[in-house]
């Protein structure tokens, strides 16, 4: 009996899939376990297996096309078994919509058409075969003021253009000067820029955000992290320090620790941190579980292990849940002072800027400094100012006296 390969739900927000790669070709000969179809999620690329022994009958599906939850992917049987009646459900749902692509396809390209038909339309103009008719002392004028003869209407005997026409002439939008237009393209919208959209504009327009901005002294950060590099196999990054400050400061401060339920304010029990990382396709947040409780040179092995995965696309779904926090720094980029959205379902995302060399005044005197603004981004439903203002300035006390970290 012939089965159907259905697109399954590879991740908990998943709501279609995008074929990646097939494997396998109408033909093939699969057995349980096999690996058919690298399938496109909103947050990775996952591997589909067969569950089920049979030959490949057909693939409903190509390279490139966006499957919904649900939808037939291929059908699974014996060689030769008659399939019809489960194609026929398939086309059932399938066909009308590729019938209306293709009409619409059809209508976009007429109206193309037609808007290049009248591109090509002849300007009026006052010639006679190719020679414009015009007075000497017309010409004269419109050479010395730079006037396209092209573009004026004479008004003479036979539309000779006179001396008035060009007194009276006043480019037109049409006669500025133009330049060659460069053709754009369309990009496809893949899973993951949807799902980020969705989730950003949900969080942005949803949660009441409200910012607030503290300069930190990073000098002894500075210092600790050259000598913390002298000892450690790890490198570890300023976003490293970062990270472990804020999961000290969020286990003493379990609000900004939270989640807002609708019916209940969660504050977790777990300290868990998300880190963003852009990659081409967008912004995948992979989570350092139990943040508070690893050391430095733990949590950079894995920020980058996660890092190096989320680039190859490869972060496995449970990599990316569980976050109770949030740190997004675009330091590396030059980027002194921005604000973040919160990612849903936590409460408060770190912004963090770059470290800037500016004067401070110590001891009365004007001295080279080093400072690094975070701002912190909180849903007002579940963190109040004065609470936010409380878990920055422990925070800063942190960062700004980072071997207090290490006890």
């Known amino acids: 009996m012939a089965i159907k390969i259905e697109m399954p739900k590879l991740s908990d927000t998943m709501e279609e899939g995008v074929i990646a790669k097939w494997n396998v070709k109408e033909g093939d000969k699969v057995s349980s376990g096999d690996v058919i179809a690298e399938v496109e999620t909103d947050k990775a690329t996952m591997e589909v297996e067969v569950f089920d022994e049979g030959t490949i009958l057909k693939i409903l599906a190509q390279e ?19 399939i019809s009646d489960i194609l026929d459900g398939a086309a059932g749902g399938s066909e009308p919509e590729k019938a209306d692509v293709e009409e619409e396809e059809k209508s976009d390209k007429k109206e193309s058409a037609q808007k290049e038909e009248k591109k090509e339309e002849p300007s009026q103009t006052s010639s006679d075969n190719g020679r414009i008719k015009a007075s000497p002392l017309a010409r004269k004028m419109a050479e010395d003021k730079g006037i396209d003869l092209n573009q004026v209407e004479g008004s003479g005997p036979e539309g000779r253009i006179v001396k008035r026409d060009i007194e009276d002439y006043k480019p037109s939008a049409a006669s500025a000067p133009s330049f060659a237009s460069e053709e754009g393209q369309d990009i496809k919208i893949s899973q993951m820029r949807k799902t ?15 910012y607030e901005t503290i300069d930190i002294d990073m000098e002894n950060a500075m210092d600790a992290r050259v000598r913390l590099n002298e000892i450690s196999d790890v490198k570890i990054s300023f976003n ?47 989570v350092i579980k139990h943040a508070d409780k690893k050391n430095l040179r733990q949590i950079s092995s894995e920020t980058r292990e996660l890092a190096g995965l989320a680039r190859d696309r490869k972060l496995q779904p449970e990599q990316m849940e569980g976050s109770t926090f949030t740190v997004s720094n675009l ?12 990612n849903p379902p936590n409460v408060c995302i770190l912004a963090v800027g770059a470290i800037r060399d500016v004067p401070v005044v110590k001891n009365g005197e004007v001295v080279p ?39």
Not at 246 to 251: D, G, I, N, P
Not at 331 to 342: D, K, P, Q, R, V
Request: hydrophobic share 45%; aromatic share 6%.
């Open 64 to 82: 490139g096309d966006a499957i919904p939850l649900g939808g037939l992917m291929a059908v699974v049987g014996e060689e030769g078994e008659d």
């Open 196 to 210: 980020i959209a969705r989730r950003l504009s949900e969080s942005k327009f949803t949660n009441p955000h409200f």
């Open 240 to 286: 490293d320090i970062v990270v472990k400050a804020c999961a000290v400061a969020l286990r003493k401060h379990p609000y900004v620790n939270s989640s807002w339920m609708d019916d209940v304010i969660r504050q977790h029990g777990d300290v868990n941190v998300a880190v963003a990382v852009a990659i081409e396709e967008g912004l995948m947040t992979p």
């Open 331 to 342: 330091g590396m980029f030059g980027i002194e002072e921005f604000t973040a959205i919160i």
């Open 369 to 407: 400094g080093k400072r690094m603004k975070v701002t912190l981004s909180s849903d007002h439903r579940v963190v109040d100012g004065a609470k936010a203002a409380d878990f920055l300035s422990t925070l800063r006390e942190l960062l700004e006296n980072p071997l207090s970290m290490l006890l």
